[in-house]
């Protein structure tokens, strides 16, 4: 199975276990196919504003902003990550050894480069007592990691709970952490394709 039809596969079985994200993960498996035949797309950018002219909520379904399409289109080329200077969008934890080992993931390519168990993915903060972790029990494989000192969190995708899990679509399912992490004050490092 190629890297498209897992995040088209996962999107759909996330939207049957979180209906409340269920709209945004079938748009996302909708985008995910397009990106998918992107290379026998003559125009790329005008079937994408069809697709979402025909899939999506307003306001996205007839002005869909620039940056947005540009985000759609260049993870679809498969650039590659420019190092540091593009944020993730998320952790992941892989399993390594007898624990798990933290990368981040780039909201453009969705390249991964390692990063510190204990460190603020925006600012570099490494004090245990200034990191925050928070949990639902209805997404016990997606948590927000919370950074006092830049009040920013990232969502992180524990491979090691749910071996299955796609992590950038499995981000866009827990929407629900990213709105109680707002109402209390923090920042997304970076928001995912959705603009959340």
């Known amino acids: 199975m190629n890297r498209w039809d897992r995040r088209i596969e996962r999107a ?7 209906p409340e994200a269920a709209e945004l993960l079938s748009l996302y498996g909708l985008i995910a196919k397009f990106q998918k035949q992107i290379a026998a797309v003559k125009t790329p950018r005008e079937a994408l504003c069809e697709l979402l002219r025909l899939n999506a909520p307003e306001p996205l379904a007839s002005n869909p902003p620039a940056e947005f399409l540009e985000l759609v289109l260049a ?3 498969g650039h590659t990550c420019p190092g540091i200077h593009e944020m993730p969008v998320a952790a ?3 399993p390594e050894g007898e624990g798990a080992k933290r990368s981040l993931l780039c909201s453009l390519c969705f390249n991964e480069w390692d990063i510190g168990r204990l460190t603020c993915a925006n600012c570099g903060e490494d004090r245990e007592s200034q990191l925050q972790i928070f949990t639902a029990e209805q997404f ?3 948590r927000i990691e919370a950074c006092e000192t830049c009040r920013t969190y990232i969502k992180s995708v524990d491979l090691t709970r749910d071996g299955l899990a796609v992590p950038e679509v499995d981000e866009i399912a827990g929407v629900a952490l990213d709105l109680w992490a707002a109402e209390r004050g923090y920042t997304k490092v970076q928001s995912n394709l959705f603009g959340l």
């Open 12 to 18: 759909a079985e996330l939207a049957t276990r979180y």
């Open 75 to 77: 993870q679809a080329a």
């Open 92 to 94: 992941v934890l892989r």
């Open 140 to 142: 016990s494989h997606v």
